[in-house]
């Protein structure tokens, strides 16, 4: 079992207050919603890093095999799915 590590945080009196008055309503300490919140800050930020990479890897892809689809395209596409003229899905372009 691992150990959670203690770390000293400065919070501006303004966002401690409020912080406090969620873990009150929520009948939670404070350090649980400190926890919670710096959680949801990194996986936010490693979800944004993977969308970073993924665009990247995809620009990449592009530039080497010139294949795309048109956007117009796709919104159309898009827009037929659930109805009874849902369309295939556009061909890649070169």
């Known amino acids: 079992m691992h150990r959670a590590a203690s770390i000293n945080l400065r919070i501006e009196p303004s966002v401690r207050a409020r912080a406090e008055a969620v873990a009150e309503q929520q009948n939670r300490k404070l350090a649980f919603v400190v926890r919670d ?15 970073i990479q993924e665009a990247l890897a ?13 956007g ?9 799915w659930g109805t009874d003229g849902e369309q295939e899905a556009p061909q890649c372009r070169v």
């Open 72 to 80: 117009e395209e796709v919104a159309a596409w898009l827009d037929s």
């Open 58 to 70: 995809s620009w990449q892809q592009y530039e080497a095999s010139g294949l795309h689809m048109v």
């Open 37 to 51: 919140a710096l959680t949801q800050y990194v996986e936010r930020c490693e979800a944004e890093q993977k969308e």
